[in-house]
């Protein structure tokens, strides 16, 4: 029988998150769904308390060493969804979302595969509202954090329902026909950039991305440091690699050597101001690993593996 919307959330053994994340889904909307927890890492008892609790969600085990890909995906290939509904387990709604986002698609032509809301921080500040695209040299300069992502642009921080050209993972609604042809998410990468890669794949097959900047979900995001950085950012720069180089020696090279010159940078301004124990020796750690990596032929799972040993 096809359902509305289905809903896939990876929760890392977190179910303190989860919890208002489920909540604000179901008191907020109306629309038909069925939801899937894809609980990554749980323990025995918090998967027993997951299950007791929410008698009516999907839990689908998962361990070993995956990410946010191969999470997903787990629960997207047994998705029964006309529409597909991505959420951050860290995500809390306060309207019904999944409701106007249906909407949104139902008025919107075929050829749309998605759709994003305006995903704000618990300050109110916006993270993100549409999407430009991402080439290379955008990377670059996010990389020395010189990308505000906020700024109204053609394809962002614009008002009402409006084209934009690609997604962020923490909050969209797709097509589950548009999904499926895009391959559900491209598992080679580990840390980042599966969502904007996604976003691209649908543009490159033919169908548009929308943002609807009238409709808010809040992401709780922390922001914070934690001890499996020096594993993390490795694997992340990694995928960038794939993404934004592809198979050109010469982007390869050009993007590789620019990392491996502001790691480098990093690298000796830790050993300037200390870096023996405490978060500067995290940080320096870091910056050695993507300098060490950043020209690795290791998939980014690899490398994540590799390090956080």
Known sequence: MTMKVSVVIVSMNRPDILRPCLKSLRVFNRTEMEVFVVAYRYTPENLHALRRDHPDVTVIESGGTKGFSEN???ALRQAAGEYIFIVNDDTVQEMPVVDRLVADLERLPEDVAA???????PSGKVQTSGR?????????CHYLHLVNERRRTRWSGRKGLFRTWTLNGACFLARAEAFRKAGWFDERYFFTPEDIALGHTF?????????DADTLIVHLAGGTVGPLEAAIKP????????????????????????????????????????H??????????TAR???????????????FIRYSL
């Open 72 to 74: 997903n995906n787990l």
């Open 115 to 121: 759709v994003s809301p305006k995903i704000v921080l």
């Open 132 to 140: 430009a695209p991402w080439g290379m040299c955008r990377y670059m």
């Open 203 to 211: 543009n490159d097959l033919g169908y548009r991305v929308f943002a």
């Open 235 to 274: 694997a992340r720069v990694r995928g960038a690699m794939l993404f934004y180089a592809g198979e050109s020696k010469f982007r390869r090279a050009i993007l590789g050597g620019f990392i491996h010159a502001v790691e480098s940078l990093r690298c000796f301004k830790y050993l300037i101001v200390g």
């Open 276 to 285: 023996k124990s405490g978060r500067k020796a995290l940080m320096f750690r």
């Open 289 to 303: 690993n993507v300098r060490e990596s950043v020209f690795s032929s290791e998939t980014p799972k690899e490398i």
